[in-house]
């Protein structure tokens, strides 16, 4: 499933992020410790991360060797802006995530420049590391720490026969940690980020299931001061997005709560948000789950 643009029009690129501080907000509790910080680089982690620095500038050279020039076996996966590559540092220790964005213009920028600059200021352990990227010529490049499991996508709905279903703890736990992951941008964080774009490929797994967010390309600077929402061209994905900010196009952080409603159903049903192979009434998972839980219910209360 892809992600959609609308209707309407959108700020500059990268404004949204360049606003944003890095400091947490002082009245919020303290951002939790970045247990990625704790050990050296070349030991393996809980999460699988690295230590924080600033991003890293890489050339299109040093990214084509890490990839074996982008070879078909080292794909890890395709999303809506681009490939997916595991590759490997000089040094060979270090083992990374590729992510070439398509050459289709301004939106493809834009998504690059907002990813750089969030990604670059917002740290926490439930946050995919952006390790650097590469802006040479027209090529866009991001380079992430490698998440070893993939995505909760690859788990709970495209898993290959061989693999086993996750089970109830590990779910409960993707659930968990990335509910932290939402609750640092939209509490924590100064000012507030909406990140726009909560779905289970979005969601990617380290040992254990350690769930950490990634694709920051859509997200957006919530509102502050007096302000409820921020206006804005209506992005995200089908299945996904909140009805009311489909509609408005006015954009809270309730609506990557509604969002993070419909992954928590997923991962107790199984069941796909949209599902066109599914009967008439149960293609749509929210939908389905009101008919039906409402059927449960006393008539008194409905
Ligand atoms: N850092 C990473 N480590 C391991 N696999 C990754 C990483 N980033 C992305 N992937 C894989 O590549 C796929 C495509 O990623 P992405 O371009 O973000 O598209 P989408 O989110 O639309 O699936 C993901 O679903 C995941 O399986
Ligand atoms: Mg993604």
Same mark, same amino acid.
């Given at each position: 499933?892809?992600?959609?643009?609308? =209707?309407?029009?959108?700020?500059?690129?990268?404004?949204?992020a360049?606003?944003? $501080?890095? =400091?947490?907000?002082?009245?919020?509790?303290?951002?939790?410790?970045?247990r =990625?910080?704790?050990?050296?680089?070349?030991?393996?982690?809980?999460?699988? $991360?690295?230590?924080?620095?600033?991003?890293?500038?890489?050339?299109?050279?040093?990214?084509?060797?890490?990839?074996?020039?982008?070879?078909?076996?080292?794909?890890?996966?395709?999303?809506?802006?681009?490939?997916?590559?595991?590759?490997?540092?000089?040094?060979?220790?270090?083992?990374?995530?590729?992510?070439?964005?398509? +050459?289709?213009?301004?939106?493809?920028?834009?998504?690059?420049?907002? #990813?750089?600059?969030?990604?670059?200021l917002?740290?926490?352990?439930?946050?995919?590391?952006?390790?650097?990227?590469?802006?040479?010529?027209?090529?866009?490049?991001?380079?992430?720490?490698?998440?070893?499991?993939?995505?909760?996508?690859?788990?709970?709905?495209? +898993?290959?026969?061989?693999? #086993?279903?996750?089970?109830?703890?590990?779910r409960?736990?993707?659930?968990v940690?990335?509910?932290?992951?939402?609750?640092?941008?939209?509490?924590?964080?100064?000012p507030?980020?909406?990140?726009?774009?909560?779905?289970?490929?979005?969601?990617?797994?380290?040992?254990?299931?350690?769930?950490?967010?990634?694709?920051?390309?859509?997200?957006?600077?919530?509102?502050?001061?007096?302000?409820?929402?921020?206006?804005?061209?209506?992005?995200?994905?089908?299945?996904?997005?909140?009805? #009311?900010?489909?509609?408005?196009?006015?954009?809270?952080?309730? $609506?990557?709560?509604?969002?993070?409603?419909?992954?928590?159903?997923?991962?107790?049903?199984?069941? +796909?948000?949209?599902?066109?192979?599914?009967?008439?009434?149960?293609?749509?998972?929210?939908?389905?789950?009101?008919?039906?839980?409402?059927?449960y219910?006393?008539?008194?209360?409905?």
């Amino acid at each position: 499933m892809s992600c959609f643009p609308c =209707s309407g029009s959108s700020g500059k690129a990268g404004e949204d992020a360049a606003a944003l $501080s890095p =400091s947490p907000r002082p009245s919020a509790a303290k951002p939790a410790p970045d247990r =990625s910080n704790s050990r050296s680089s070349s030991s393996v982690r809980r999460g699988g $991360s690295i230590p924080h620095g600033p991003a890293k500038i890489f050339t299109f050279r040093e990214l084509a060797i890490a990839t074996k020039n982008f070879r078909k076996d080292c794909l890890l996966g395709e999303g809506g802006f681009g490939r997916v590559y595991k590759g490997h540092m000089e040094n060979g220790q270090q083992v990374i995530a590729v992510k070439q964005l398509d +050459r289709n213009g301004f939106q493809g920028n834009r998504e690059f420049l907002v #990813e750089v600059l969030m990604l670059s200021l917002l740290h926490h352990p439930n946050l995919v590391r952006l390790i650097g990227y590469c802006a040479d010529g027209d090529q866009r490049l991001l380079v992430y720490e490698y998440m070893l499991l993939g995505s909760l996508e690859n788990h709970l709905h495209d +898993r290959p026969p061989d693999r #086993e279903p996750l089970d109830w703890n590990a779910r409960m736990r993707i659930a968990v940690g990335a509910a932290k992951g939402l609750e640092y941008l939209h509490d924590k964080a100064n000012p507030p980020v909406i990140y726009r774009d909560f779905k289970p490929s979005n969601i990617l797994l380290s040992e254990d299931y350690y769930p950490k967010l990634s694709d920051f390309g859509l997200a957006k600077l919530g509102p502050v001061g007096e302000n409820t929402h921020v206006s804005t061209r209506v992005m995200g994905t089908y299945g996904y997005c909140a009805p #009311e900010y489909a509609m408005t196009g006015q954009l809270t952080v309730k $609506s990557d709560v509604y969002s993070f409603g419909v992954v928590f159903l997923e991962l107790v049903t199984g069941r +796909r948000a949209i599902d066109h192979t599914k009967p008439d009434g149960e293609s749509n998972l929210v939908a389905w789950v009101r008919s039906t839980a409402l059927s449960y219910l006393p008539s008194v209360l409905v």
